[in-house]
């Protein structure tokens, strides 16, 4: 049973567009919401994240939109680069200051991001 | 600062076989974790560490052990490989419930 779903394994869209990542959840539990983005042969690295009680969070051209009601997050880069192309992963853990597994990530299956010139 | 290391970066060994994969972190970081990526799978949680001493299973611990005698090593160990745990293996850390830091993984084929 798949908590954290990224349906579509793959995107593509023109440098200088906005990407649109989509997140679903269904565990009601999960309250901390991050995103890594992941090169070939390289580990995962931290992007961006969003705790429950916000519905927004942004760093520079990332921003994560969080609809709790809906179990539903997304991520947004704009403008799209060429170096942006990666795989991105969604990623889901309790609150990690309240959770004795405080860090236990589920993550989702991941989505291709193409970004092309 | 190196952050997480991971040795060896790629092993190859045939069924029954043990092996050790090893991970490092030098940021003091109380929480340690391993996870396991296979194609159209995502990463998936093995084992994971609070603390030096003290170790639970995550979503998929058969076939591993963990142990963690100090702060700064948190190592993977396969008693008898098998075919099935031919994968990527990335070790994480991070301190309480911050985003985690991932060491750069190991390649492991399972003949």
Known sequence: DQQVKQNSPSLSVQEGRISILNCDYTN????YFLWYKKYPAEGPTFLISISSIKDKNEDGRFTVF?????KHLSLHIVPSQPGDSA?????????????????KLTFGKGITLSVRP | NAGVTQTPKFQVLKTGQSMTLQCAQD?????MSWYRQDPGMGLR????SVGAGITDQGEVPNGYN???S???DFPLRLLS???SQTSVYFCASSYRGVAQYFGPGTRLTVL
């Open chain 1, 28 to 31: 009601s539990m999960f309250d």
């Open chain 1, 66 to 70: 969080l609809n709790k009601s809906a």
């Open chain 1, 87 to 103: 795989v991105y992963f969604c990623a889901a853990s309790g609150h990690p200051l309240f959770t004795g597994a405080n860090s």
């Open chain 2, 27 to 31: 940021m003091n970081h109380e929480y």
């Open chain 2, 45 to 48: 949680l093995i084992h994971y």
């Open chain 2, 66 to 68: 963990v142990s963690r």
């Open chain 2, 70 to 72: 100090t702060t700064e």
């Open chain 2, 81 to 83: 490989a098998a075919p």
